[in-house]
Every structure is written in C-alpha cells, then in structure tokens.
T-cell receptor, first 113, second 114 residues
Framework: ETGVTQSPTHLIKTRGQQVTLRCSSQSGHNTVSWYQQALGQGPQFIFQ???????GRGNFPPRFSGLQFPNYSSELNVNALELDDSALYLC????????????FGPGTRLTVT | GNSVTQMEGPVTLSEEAFLTINCTYTATGYPSLFWYVQYPGEGLQLLLKATKADDKGSNKGFEATYRKETTSFHLEKGSVQVSDSAVYFCALKAGGTSYGKLTFGQGTILTVHP
C-alpha cells in the first residue's frame, strides 16, 4: 500500500513568486488536509479538501489556495510569496468518514529568499 | 479558541529510562486527542489516540490517558530506546466540527542515549 507522497521534496523561490505543491493521497483515502510547519513549531492547519471542495480553512490569507482532483490528489498554491512562507508544507490524507485520522506525507521544504 | 500546550523540551534520557511528556489542552466541546511522532527527515506518524474521556491510547509501548478533569493527555513509556529519539507532538480535533482540523502543540524533542 502506497502512503502519502508529496512533490517536490525541496523548493527555493524568490519573494513575490508563485508556487504549486503536489500531494498524492493514500489509496482509498478521499480527504486531504494541508499544514504549514515553521521551523521548531507544530504544524498549522491551512485547509482541508473533500469531494474536490474546500470544507474547512485555518487562519491563512486567500493567497493560499488549493485544488483536489477526482483521484483525490491535491495541490497547494501560494501566490505572492513572502519570506515568512518559508516552512515545511505537509499534506495528510484520511479514509472515508475518519477525517480525524490523518496520515502525513514527508512534506515539501519551501525556502523563500 | 482551541490550543495545545506541551512541556518545554528538549528531553534527554538514557536508554531504559521512564518517559513522560506533558500535554494539556484548551478546547470547546469534547475533543479527540492524539500523539504524533516525527522522525528526522520524515512526516508525522500517528502514535496513539483517544476519543473520549478516560480512554487510554496505546501503541509501541507508549500510552496516554484522556483526563477531562485536568484537560491533559500526558505521554508515557516505561523504558525508552535509542530508536524512540524523535519529535513528539500532542494534537486535538475539536468536538462538533464538520472537518478534521488538527491543532498541534509546539512539539517536544526527545533524545535517548545508549
């Protein structure tokens, strides 16, 4: 059984640019959540996608947006990058009816210079 | 709002020592509580969970009991191993929410020496 995968592993962008991060959910899972983990901190919830729609959002500005595809994979897009966006971005998938049980991918390390 | 507070770290122990990592929470309703572990270079792994008061979650020798009266969910292990060295996160999902937002503590770094 393949777990949650994310790409790319590392990414370096310049302030003001846009970035897209990708996540493939674990087989059989239909819900995807995204988190931002700053260095030395716990993950912060960005949003969750279910049935290709956002069904919950944390305290992040609209320049953080996402998509979920029919195969349940997902993208996180961040526009107008700021230095404070430098972090590890984690994707987690959940089985049907158990969105509290989240299985995390290894993350994408984004550095904004 | 909802929040999780973990004991300040890092924690350094010798192999076979007893481990306690404290976790307290603030939440509306009746949250579900979790411990996640993050090994170097890897994503978070669910270690154990408890969904109602007085439940005890356990896995791989770790255990934690959901104490509603003290709003706590302390992680314990009777005899740690070098392979337990990792970062441990306490988390909650608030009761009554329609989506699975997890609120995490700041994490506790555990280092176990041979």
């Amino acid at each position: 059984e393949t777990g949650v995968t994310q790409s790319p592993t590392h990414l370096i962008k310049t302030r003001g640019q846009q970035v897209t991060l990708r996540c493939s959910s674990q087989s059989g899972h239909n819900t995807v959540s995204w988190y931002q983990q700053a260095l030395g901190q716990g993950p912060q919830f960005i949003f969750q996608y279910y049935r290709e729609e956002e069904n919950g959002r944390g305290n992040f500005p609209p320049r953080f947006s996402g998509l979920q595809f029919p195969n349940y994979s997902s993208e996180l897009n961040v526009n107008a990058l700021e230095l404070d966006d430098s972090a590890l971005y984690l994707c987690a998938s959940s089985p049907p009816g158990q969105d509290y049980e989240q299985y995390f991918g290894p993350g994408t390390r984004l550095t904004v210079t | 709002g909802n929040s999780v507070t973990q004991m300040e770290g890092p924690v350094t122990l010798s192999e076979e020592a007893f481990l306690t990592i404290n976790c307290t929470y603030t939440a509306t309703g009746y949250p579900s509580l979790f411990w996640y572990v993050q090994y170097p270079g890897e994503g978070l792994q669910l270690l154990l969970k408890a969904t109602k008061a007085d439940d005890k979650g356990s896995n791989k020798g770790f255990e934690a009991t959901y104490r509603k009266e003290t709003t706590s969910f302390h992680l314990e292990k009777g005899s740690v191993q070098v392979s337990d060295s990792a970062v441990y996160f306490c988390a909650l999902k608030a009761g009554g929410t329609s989506y699975g937002k997890l609120t995490f503590g700041q994490g506790t770094i555990l280092t176990v020496h041979p």
